[in-house]
Each structure stands twice: as structure tokens, then as C-alpha cells.
């Protein structure tokens, strides 16, 4: 099956998979379609591909191996089956399929591994505002939502920089069309812990300093406060394990205070 004469699809081979997929995954994503001349559903695959590739004017590079002819590379990355599609971004495998999907299912495999205009736009967000950078920060990212009403970074980007400045309604507004979105989910959290000093309970003593602690960020103290509440029992055991909860969804699951909390939970459950 003769490759389409293309600047933006090329064959490859044992000899020159590293240089043409790794080394130039480095600048552009690569997709490698992995096929045989005796595979009929690669040859309905493989020209959608080239289409695509074309159509997209070298936002990625699709490169085609023939598993027959260099069985090396196959072996290498567990070609079992084909036709098979792999994406490398950054010499790293990022998305893959096995088998001739239909046309739309292809274009959204492309979509995710090739960055749209708005995704690019929402990198030099996040890097302005790594660097303190926010009003710059907080126009990339509208212009990105701009481009693309769906863009989720985008979205969380300018949720993040309202919550920041202290626009929580607004925050909470972006990021409630969101969830199930793991970090929306987390800034809704935050949001909702930090409003805690605003409403403490006054019937309990101790789930209010844990509270207070909680919205102050010290996350240390309000954990202790909440275990404690949960191994005493009581009308406070329900109100700390959720506040335990919710705590640990700002932090994540691999800070180390989550780790060691959700096992000193778990104990006091069960």
C-alpha cells in the first residue's frame, strides 16, 4: 500500500523510527500507523489517516510502518493485532487504538492528540500565571474560551483566577457545568472550605475549630480535629468524616496528609 505523496506523511522504518517518530515527537505530535499489505481494514484506515493528516497542514506528522518488513519496532511496542495507531507527543506514547474505527471516532483520537489553537493558547496561560502573570493570564484564557466554548482548561483556568481575586460566585460558575472534572471538582472544594469561616456551627465547639482551621489552611490541625470528632461519635461523627472528605479532594490523592489521614479514617470506621 503506497503512501500518499505528502510532506505531512512519511514512512518509516526499524532503522529510522527513533530519529522520524521519537525525535520529531519532540517538536509535533506523531502518529504511527502500523499496517500490512495483507490487511484489508488497514487499507480502509490508512487513507482516512492520510486525509486527516493532510487536512490538519502538519499540526501532526503521520508516520506508517510496515509491521511485515520491520518487525523490530513491531515487537517492540506489542503490535499483536492491526491495523494498529499509536500518538507519540514528547517520545512518549500518549493515545492509542487497535482496529479500523469509524471516521468520527478517528477524527476525535486526532483531536485529542493534536492541540487546538485554544489548547495552545491555554499553555501560555497557565505559564503566565505560573509566573505571576495573572491579568496576562487571565486574558489568554478568555481569548482561549473564546475559541473554544468547550475548552476545559480554559474554563478552570479562568475559574481558578476568579476564586483567586476572590470572585467565588463567578469561580463557582464556570466550574459547576464542569463535574464530574476532576480539578473542577477540587476547586469546588476549595471554594466550599474556604466559605466555612463564614458559617461555623456554634453547637459544637470542636467541629468548629476544625472548620476554622480547615478554611485557613491548616489542613495538619483540622484533620486531628475531624478524626477525633469521628472516633468519638456523636451528632459531629458524619459532619467531620465529610469534612475529612472534602479536605482530601483539595488536597489530592497522593499528598502525603490524605495518605496518612484516609487510612486513620478508614480505622475509625471500621
Partial sequence: MATTASPYVIDVTDSTFG???????????????????????????????????????????????????????????????????KAFRNARLVEEFV???????????????????????????????????????????????????????????????????????????????LRPEPEAERLLAAIDISEWAARLPSSDPALRAGMEAASEGRFPQALESFLRLVLEGGEAREPARSAMLKIFAVLGDQDPLTQEYRRKLATALF
Avoid: Y
Avoid at 506508517?64 to 491495523?83: C, E, H, R, W, Y
Avoid at 489553537?117 to 505571576?132: I, N, P, R, T
Fill in 99 to 177: 482496529g479500523a474505527l469509524p471516521e468520527s471516532s478517528i477524527r476525535q483520537f486526532i483531536d485529542v492528540v493534536v492541540p487546538t489553537e485554544a489548547d495552545l493558547e491555554v499553555a501560555e496561560g497557565e505559564l503566565a500565571e505560573m509566573q505571576g502573570r495573572l491579568d496576562e493570564a487571565e486574558r489568554i484564557f478568555k481569548k482561549a474560551f473564546e475559541l473554544d466554548p468547550r475548552n476545559v482548561r480554559a474554563a478552570i483556568g479562568l475559574a481558578r483566577l476568579a476564586a483567586a481575586r476572590g470572585d467565588l460566585e463567578g469561580a463557582k460558575h464556570m466550574l459547576l457545568p
Fill in 19 to 85: 530519529t522520524a517518530v521519537l525525535e520529531e515527537s519532540m517538536r509535533r505530535p506523531v502518529v504511527v500507523d502500523f499496517w500490512a499489505e495483507w490487511c484489508g481494514p488497514c487499507k480502509t484506515l490508512g487513507p482516512v489517516l492520510e486525509r486527516m493528516a493532510n487536512e490538519r497542514q502538519g499540526a501532526f506528522l503521520l508516520a506508517k510502518l510496515d509491521v511485515d518488513a520491520n518487525q523490530q519496532t513491531a515487537m517492540t511496542f506489542g503490535i499483536q493485532s492491526i491495523p494498529a495507531v
